[in-house]
């Protein structure tokens, strides 16, 4: 199976911040890499998919990066609605997988 | 609008069996593969199984393998999952979701159904 590991696992930042977070898988998979955001007691969001397309609807503060094996998701100013936690998943394999999540708090 | 209710889930003990279901509307289920994705409690998300859009065909994570079982009714717009030989590390919210083609991402989710196994 493929191995996705995300970084850091948790985060602290402030409103108005530029965040970054990192996945990498352990092996090439390409652009079949998607990301989600998930608050406490909802099911997870499609925020971007293919690496780096926004999903319709999501702000344009988020944007996705990279091929192959690393990847990153970008937050350009923290609003206060985003603090949650943020999974990768790779769909290059049927067998997919998601990284550990990072939690991003205040 | 996509819809996606999840039911079935609840307590059962060690070694038990529960049918899970989730009922879809909004869009035509038959095209799509659908997918069930759990979560423990304070833990992350674990891909569980997918179902190819004719219920044709089916994968499962390993640890699910030989104990749970994936379908779905296109004729009702359902889709299902049996599990048996629970454990309790299978408790769990399940939910499931739809994967769009080409980069299979879950555009749709439900809102979970709560899975404890315990005696």
């Known amino acids: 199976d493929i191995q996705m590991t995300q970084s850091p696992s948790s985060l602290s930042a402030s409103v108005g911040d530029r965040v970054t977070i990192s996945c990498r898988a352990s092996?090439?998979?390409?652009?079949?890499l998607n990301w989600y955001q998930q608050k406490p007691g909802k099911a997870p969001k499609l925020l971007i998919y293919?690496?780096?397309s926004l999903q319709s609807g999501i702000a344009s503060r988020f944007s996705g990066s990279g091929s192959g094996t690393d990847f990153t998701l970008t937050i350009s100013s923290l609003q206060p609605e985003d603090f949650a936690t943020y999974y990768c998943?790779?769909?290059?394999?049927?067998?997919?997988?998601f990284g550990q999540g990072t939690r991003l708090e205040i | 609008e996509v819809l996606l209710v999840e039911s079935g889930g609840g307590l059962v003990q060690p070694g038990g069996s529960l049918r899970l279901s989730c009922a879809a509307s909004g869009f035509t289920f038959s095209s799509y593969v659908m997918n069930w994705v759990r979560q423990a409690p304070g833990k992350g998300l674990e891909w569980v199984s997918l179902i190819s859009a004719s219920g044709d065909y089916s994968y499962y994570a390993d640890s699910m393998k030989g104990r749970f079982t994936i379908s779905r009714d296109n004729s009702k717009n359902t889709l299902h999952l049996q599990m048996s030989s629970l454990r309790a590390e299978d408790t769990a919210v399940y939910y499931c979701a739809r994967s769009l083609p080409q980069f299979a991402q879950y555009e749709s989710w439900g809102q979970g159904t709560l899975v404890t196994v315990s005696s």
């Open positions: 293919a690496a780096t």
């Open positions: 998943q790779q769909s290059y394999t049927t067998l997919i997988t």
């Open positions: 092996q090439g998979i390409g652009s079949y």
